[in-house]
T-cell receptor
Framework: GAVVSQHPSRVICKSGTSVKIECRSLDFQATTMFWYRQFPKKSLMLMATSNEGSKATYEQGVEKDKFLINHASLTLSTLTVTSAHPEDSSFYICSAREGIESYNSPLHFGNGTRLTVT | DQQVKQNSPSLSVQEGRISILNCDYT??????FLWYKKYPAEGPTFLISISSIKDKNEDGRFTVFLNKSAKHLSLHIVPSQPGDSAVYFC?????????FGTGTRLQVFP
């Protein structure tokens, strides 16, 4: 089946530094990738929609200058948390939709990245 | 504003019995619903889905029921197995976005 690889799985960084998280679709082309953030005991919150070759679409309340998303190819999207703060500590998950299937197609999820900012 | 709600944060069921996970939504524009299963430190995996034109979809031990008038869907797992122990998220979509519920932790005990 389709696989989405997310790296790293865990990262600890100091306040003020930047962290890059990669999301790769391993055996399919993903024209659209999504980035989610999960808070403890809360839902998966959509942060942004990443479209290959164009600018990401951010959800309301998500700072685009803080969470930089780049979708440079059909198999890779990156999320960079800039000038990280302890409040940015969270579990970030990417997902991808295979090809140009309809929006009702299930998403394939990566295994997530646990970010801890000290 | 939580458009998709799972009011039971946890559920405990004995092995072999039926597990029923519930989900309510507020947006009548949602026309497709999915259930995902999630283990700790892993991303969600797709389980089963249903279109708003149907009221039931079955796949093996998993059945999803949709009641549009009540804006309610449920996931039935029967018989429940210990390996089903995980967090279950319902999700709804009307465009390109998936809106997730808060999840229900299911524990199946022997």
């Amino acid at each position: 089946g389709a696989v989405v690889s997310q790296h790293p799985s865990r990262v600890i960084c100091k306040s003020g530094t930047s962290v890059k998280i990669e999301c790769r679709s391993l055996d399919f082309q993903a024209t659209t990738m999504f980035w989610y953030r999960q808070f403890p005991k809360k839902s998966l919150m959509l942060m942004a929609t990443s479209n290959e070759g164009s600018k990401a679409t951010y959800e309301q309340g998500v700072e685009k200058d803080k969470f930089l998303i780049n979708h440079a190819s059909l198999t890779l999207s990156t999320l960079t948390v800039t000038s990280a703060h302890p409040e940015d500590s969270s579990f970030y998950i990417c997902s991808a939709r295979e090809g140009i299937e309809s929006y009702n197609s299930p998403l394939h999820f990566g295994n997530g990245t646990r970010l801890t900012v000290t | 504003d939580q458009q998709v709600k799972q009011n039971s944060p946890s559920l405990s069921v004995q092995e072999g019995r039926i597990s029923i996970l519930n989900c309510d939504y507020t947006n009548s524009m949602f026309d497709y619903f999915l259930w995902y299963k999630k283990y700790p430190a892993e991303g969600p995996t797709f389980l089963i889905s249903i279109s708003s034109i149907k009221d039931k979809n079955e796949d093996g031990r998993f059945t999803v029921f949709l009641n549009k008038s009540a804006k309610h869907l449920s996931l039935h797992i029967v018989p429940s197995q210990p390996g089903d122990s995980a967090v279950y998220f319902c999700a709804a979509s009307d465009t390109d976005k998936l809106i997730f519920g808060t999840g229900t932790r299911l524990q199946v005990f022997p």
